[in-house]
């Protein structure tokens, strides 16, 4: 009886969390940000874990979009560096990260490579000023909009 009253709360309690998955939407700058996060039961999009879509909207038209499988619900978030708005992708079980950088003022998204978590912390500004060494040494992709 203990047990059945255990594994029904713990059922239960699975249920909730992914139930309180945090979504995330705002607009700056005239453009929308919108990053749905789901739990996956089975795998869905070669996601078996956590499936995060990330789309960017401009003037009612979606100007970039990108499907981004996790593990954990917390492994992908928004942060403000300056005038910068970043997505970070962290792998928690293999330790590198991958940003997005929206600079929104020059209208580009600059993609990173996977950055080692030994790595030293970036410097946002080099970010601003792309110089070749920052872009042989961090940058996967630029795309303009």
Not at 22 to 48: A, V
Not at 115 to 136: G, N, P, Q, S
């Amino acid at each position: 009886m203990v047990r059945v009253a255990i594994s029904t709360l713990f059922v239960l309690i699975s249920c909730a969390l992914f139930a309180q998955q945090p979504n995330e939407t705002f607009s700056i700058n005239g453009y929308g940000f919108k990053l749905d996060k789901k739990g996956m039961q089975k795998m869905t999009d070669g996601c078996g874990d956590i499936l995060n879509k990330l789309s960017v909207q401009s003037q009612g038209k979606v100007i970039f979009s990108e499907s981004i499988c996790t593990v954990e619900i917390e492994d992908v978030r928004f942060t403000i560096k300056g005038y910068l708005t970043v997505l970070e992708h962290y792998s928690s079980p293999v330790g590198w990260t991958k940003y997005y950088i929206f600079d929104l003022c020059k209208k580009r998204l600059i993609k990173t490579r996977r950055i080692d978590e030994t790595e030293k912390r970036l410097v946002w500004e080099d970010f601003i000023e792309l110089t070749e060494a920052t872009k042989k040494k961090y940058v996967e992709e630029i795309l303009t909009f």
